[in-house]
């Protein structure tokens, strides 16, 4: 299981840098070869006319939020707010005409698109990623399923159960790339959930670690930046793989 830090892209050429594919970048935490991973970006692919895609070099693999249609949105804070049109007819055409026209794309450039599924997002829960990976299934898109990010204010409750049952069931979709093991923090005014640390918020960190950790197999676990040593208590426990 290799563990993979959110950080951001001092190290790279100011270009990139002001891509919006590459707000962030997807660095190794361990080991001797430091390449980023992934790049990471929060924009919204169903606003509008999708940014130019980075020109043909490492890292191969571009992570973005799968996309939702009110505006009303923190996506750096992994904040959103209840969309009903973002589930129906007009955010999944938009979604499916995304994917159509960004596929070839894609393809010709050399990446990959790792959409990251949200509980007010078109990629909305397991179901909808099941789908996802059957219709697009040898297309170059991924997932990277963060189970905290699937959850709602009114399932905080039963978070354990919920978290259990996401992991597992993303750990047999075959296109799922990794996992964020993460946590979420109830906002205000509005009790939304926010994303932050794993050793943050309303989550066991336990709960959590655990899941992904028995479900990761070969697959990276992404971590945000802030606490890394608690986070890697969680996730790498004495006496544990």
């Known amino acids: 299981m290799e563990i993979l830090v959110i950080r951001r892209p001092e190290t790279q050429e100011p270009a990139r840098r002001a891509s919006p594919w590459c707000e962030r970048m997807l660095m190794p935490l361990e080991g001797k070869d430091k390449t980023a991973r992934a790049a990471l970006g929060t924009l919204n692919l169903l606003a509008g006319a999708v940014p130019e895609l980075p020109g043909v070099s490492r890292p191969a693999r571009l992570v973005a939020w799968s996309g939702w249609l009110p505006e009303d949105a923190s996506p750096e804070d992994g904040c959103f707010r209840t969309g009903f049109e973002t589930w129906g007819p007009e955010g999944r055409k938009k979604f499916e005409d995304l994917c159509d026209w960004l596929g ?63 992991v597992s069931a993303a750990s047999e979709i075959a296109c799922v790339w990794g996992f964020l093991a993460g946590g979420v923090a109830r906002t205000r005014p509005d009790d939304e959930l926010s994303a932050v640390s794993l050793c943050e918020g309303d989550l066991d960190p336990d709960v959590v670690g655990r899941a992904v950790r028995r479900a990761a197999g070969n697959r990276p ?21």
């Open 221 to 241: 676990v992404v971590v945000y930046e802030a606490m890394l040593p608690r986070q890697l208590g969680f996730l790498r426990p004495a006496g544990r793989a």
């Open 104 to 166: 070839p794309r894609l393809r010709e450039a050399g990446h990959t698109l790792v959409l990251r599924p949200h509980a007010r997002h078109v990629l909305s829960d397991i179901p909808s990623c099941v789908s996802f990976a059957k219709a697009r299934a040898g297309q170059p898109f991924e997932l990277l399923i963060e189970p905290g990010a699937l959850l709602t204010p009114e399932t905080l409750r039963d978070a354990e159960e919920h978290i259990g049952r996401i």
